[in-house]
Nanobody
């Protein structure tokens, strides 16, 4: 089970830190990803981190603004979001996979959280 938290309403230029708590399985066995879905749009990749945190990936639009991290001792993954823009507004989902073929693909992930809303006002 994956449970996201930390979403909310923030002004443009502000920051939020999303958290995703995992339970029920051995967290360190899973690569973790963050995706987002805006109204009327498809779910899109935001960031991913390998099982032990040695590799991280970001979609181009968030590079330099977002940072993904994880704490395997706490069974948690985080997404620090800085310099937020109105176009970052979406429901943010964390996801888990044991595969490592294409972390940017929705189909790569086996487990998903329920999502947390992030709204950035201009």
């Amino acid at each position: 089970q994956l449970v996201e938290s930390g979403g909310g309403l923030v002004q443009a230029g502000g920051s939020l830190r999303l958290s995703c708590a995992a339970s029920g399985r051995t967290f360190r066995n899973y690569h973790m990803g963050w995706f987002r879905q805006a109204p009327g749009k498809e779910r899109e990749f935001v960031s991913a981190i390998s099982r032990y945190g040695s590799n991280t990936y970001y979609t181009e639009s968030v590079k330099g603004r977002f940072t993904i991290s994880r704490d395997n001792a706490k069974n948690s993954v985080y997404l620090q979001m800085n310099s937020l823009k109105p176009e970052d507004t979406a429901v943010y989902y964390c996801a888990a996979t044991t595969r490592s073929t294409d972390w940017g693909s929705v189909g790569e992930y086996d487990y998903w959280g329920q999502g947390t809303q992030v709204t950035v006002s201009s």
